[in-house]
Every structure is written in C-alpha cells, then in structure tokens.
C-alpha cells in the first residue's frame, strides 16, 4: 500500500527526542481518518503510543527507518516475522534462572547466543548483566537487524534455522523463538545442538508445549518449566522453560529410597497425591486397562495441572509396575519394551 501525502507529511514533521534511554516522536495533530496510516507505519517501526508521554516510545533511533519508509513510499508489513517482544519483567526472571555468573565469577571468553534477537531486549538486559561476555545474535528481520546495529550487537546471521554450526559453542542461550507452526521446536532443538557440554538454555515457549510428547519429555529429561510472566503484545499463554546440558546418567540410576529413578520418582509420588487415580484403580483388575488408566492419570497431571514430568516409554514401564505391586504385592510382574509398545508378561 503506498503512503498517503498525510503520513509522508506527519512522517517528515515528526519530532524525534532522545529522553534517557529512549527515543520520543511527537508528530502533528491529524484527523482519526488520516491517523490511521501514520499509526500503522509507527507500529511496523516498533513505536509504542505512551499517553503519559504524549509521544510515540522507541527502543532505538527511528530516523534511519523513516527515512527508508519515506524512499520507499509504501506502508512497511506490520509483523512480517512473528515479532512478539518478551516483558522487561520476564527478561529479568529468565537472567536470573540463567544463573549468569556475576562478579568474579564472570570470567571473560563467556560465550552467549540470542538466536532471535528481535529488537535485542533480551541482549541488552545480558549485556547489562555480563558487559565481558561474547554475545551473538540472529534476526531474520531487516527493521531488527538496524535496531540490533544500533544498540552495538553482532549480528552472526539473520536465519538461525539455516544457520551452519558455529565453531565454538555456547555456555548460555537465552530465547524467545517465533511460535508459528511450531517453529519454536525447531528453533529450541537447533539451539541445544549448540550448547556447550555444561551449559544452560532458557526459552520462552507457548504453554501448549505439553501436548507434544517427544518435545514436552525433551524438555523435562533435561529442564522443567515455569509460567511467564504476562505478555501484553500476546494472548498466548506462555510458559518459560530451562534445560541444560550436563550429564544426567545418574537420574536414570535407581536411588537408595528404592524408586527405579529421579524421573521414575516424580511421577510416583505424583500418582501418590492422585485420590482420583487410587479410587478408580480399585475397580480395575485388567493390566491393560490399569496401563490406560495410569496414562490417561499422568497426562491429566502434565497437561492440565502442569507437572513438570518426564513419561515416556522407560517410565511408563517402570510405573506401570510399582502401581501394579502396590495395587496386589503378590504379583510379580516383568515387563517388556518393544518396539516402543509396552508388553506385560504376568
Ligand atoms: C517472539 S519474537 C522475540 C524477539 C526477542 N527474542 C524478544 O524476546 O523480544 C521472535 C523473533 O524471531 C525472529 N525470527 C523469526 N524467524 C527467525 C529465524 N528463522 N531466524 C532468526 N530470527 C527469526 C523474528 O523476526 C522476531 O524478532
């Protein structure tokens, strides 16, 4: 759409002002009708109307990005590539789960990724907490990658998920990935390729990520997760998760208070607190149906309630077992894996 003359007009009378750390624009009064181009192309240039201020709020000096709207005579796309920028709250949570080392614990040479930058909230936050630390970003959108330029950033490529392994990798990822087609996943797991061997990841990542079984156990076989905070540029309901690389063979190892495992742990002692799930068992004298009836439990508990639990195939088994002793001690039950199917030998 090309630009009408009353936004090139408003566009080339606005009033840029730099205030603390942020850029003001004030532009003439207009009627409602011509407004609502002008308040479409501040919003593609990420501008935010504060009625407090009376002017339109920038991250980043908007001239450049004006002056490029104004050769081009045509309405920027508002939201080309999912641009949903996380609360400043949440950023600071997400720093402080990080754990990033302060002090004289903030050894140079710490290497972190933002492989979606955005407008480089995330960045920036990190680079106020670890001014020592190597930070390299991805942004695939060119209006990020002006804003990533002017607050000093490295861009190292714009498209993450083309992006070819980097020579050294990285001791901190922090994220909030495009959700899009369950892009987030894809963005989420290139990342982890690229964690150091002890190393953290915090992602933002849309609630719903525990209805996808292989993903949600790929995140609690090496993390957990927590709500965010709320996002006012988005309805969904979002969750943050951490998981971190280090060597986890010893939670697979059954512990001295007889349970086979950590995971295999978590998942009793929620079935444990579960009265729905011990009243219905009494009636249930079928293994198969008991399989069920464990299945249908549990994923109540992750889906609906938000249990942090890792139940695939190696737990299932497992808990499948120890509710079958409990329910009758006398049986003795040995259980087979096959192919990914659970078979009982009783
Ligand atoms: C949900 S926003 C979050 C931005 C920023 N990380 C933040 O937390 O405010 C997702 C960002 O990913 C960028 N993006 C989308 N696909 C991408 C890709 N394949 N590679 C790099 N960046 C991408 C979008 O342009 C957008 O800025």
Known sequence: MKLSNKTIAALVQAEIKHVGDYFHLSAPQMPRKDYEQFAKVVAALRGEWQRSKQAH????????????????????????????????AEIESMIDWAELPTGEWAEPGIRILEPSAGDGRIAKMVRDHLPNAQIDCYEIDPLNQSILTELGFTIVGENFLAAGSPAHPYNYI??????????????????????????????????????????????????????????????????????????????????????????????????????????????????TQIA??????????IVKKEYNLLFDDRVRGSVLRYVLHEKDPSIEVAIADKQGQLTLIL
Not at 61 to 82: K, M, R
Not at 292 to 301: F, G, P
């Open 174 to 287: 922090l994220m909030n990935p495009p959700f899009n087609n369950r892009e987030y996943q894809k963005h989420i797991q290139k990342a982890w390729e690229w964690l150091d061997r002890q190393a953290i990841l915090i992602s933002i990542v849309p609630s719903s990520f525990r209805r996808d079984k292989a993903f949600r156990n790929f995140v609690f076989e090496f993390g957990q997760a927590v709500e965010s905070e709320p996002f006012e540029t988005t309805q969904i309901k979002c969750s943050t998760i951490k998981i971190e690389k280090f060597d986890n063979t010893h939670l697979w190892q059954p512990d001295n208070c007889g349970f086979d495992s950590h995971y295999h742990s978590s998942v009793q002692i929620a079935l444990d607190g579960d009265f729905e799930f011990w009243d219905r068992l009494q009636n249930l004298d079928d293994a």
């Open 57 to 88: 709020v920038f991250m980043y000096n908007p001239t450049n990005a004006i002056a490029e709207i104004l050769a081009s005579g045509e309405v920027p796309p508002v939201n080309p590539h999912d641009f949903f920028p996380t609360p400043i």
């Open 292 to 301: 069920e009836w464990i299945y249908t439990c549990v994923e109540r508990l």
